[in-house]
């Protein structure tokens, strides 16, 4: 069974940083695609930004240029570098495993990120 866990959540001035982590047990990691979700309070959990087994890249527009995501295959790892952050990206960011059919994606527990002064 795959496993997602989100670590790196937190609270930040705007303008800072911050570094999400995603690690995944039960699957063959380096297989699939990954990505990052993100929920506001109120609204439609959104994509922010996937990459694929080969390392290619999608960002939502609103995150292009400040956001960073990568991937490590022999940790079995998901980040992503958040930076320049601003009050509306606050949300709980969600993990996600683009499983080889849509029943087996899989979604980490989320991870609460505030930016605020």
């Known amino acids: 069974q795959v496993q997602l866990v989100e670590s790196g959540g937190g609270l930040v001035q705007p303008g800072g940083s911050l570094r999400l982590s995603c690690a995944a047990s039960g699957t063959i990691f380096r297989l699939y695609a990954m990505g990052w979700y993100r929920q506001a309070p109120g609204k439609q959990r959104e994509l922010v930004a996937q990459?694929?087994?080969?390392?290619?890249?999608n960002y939502a527009d609103s995150v292009k240029g400040r956001f960073t995501i990568s991937r490590d295959n022999a940790k079995n790892t998901v980040s992503l570098q958040m930076n320049s952050l601003k009050p509306e990206d606050t949300a709980v960011y969600y993990c996600?495993?683009?499983?080889?059919?849509?029943?087996?994606?899989?979604w980490g527990q989320g991870t609460l990120v505030t930016v605020s002064s």
């Open positions: 996600h495993l683009y499983g080889s059919t849509p029943a087996l994606d899989a």
């Open positions: 990459i694929t087994s080969g390392y290619g890249t």
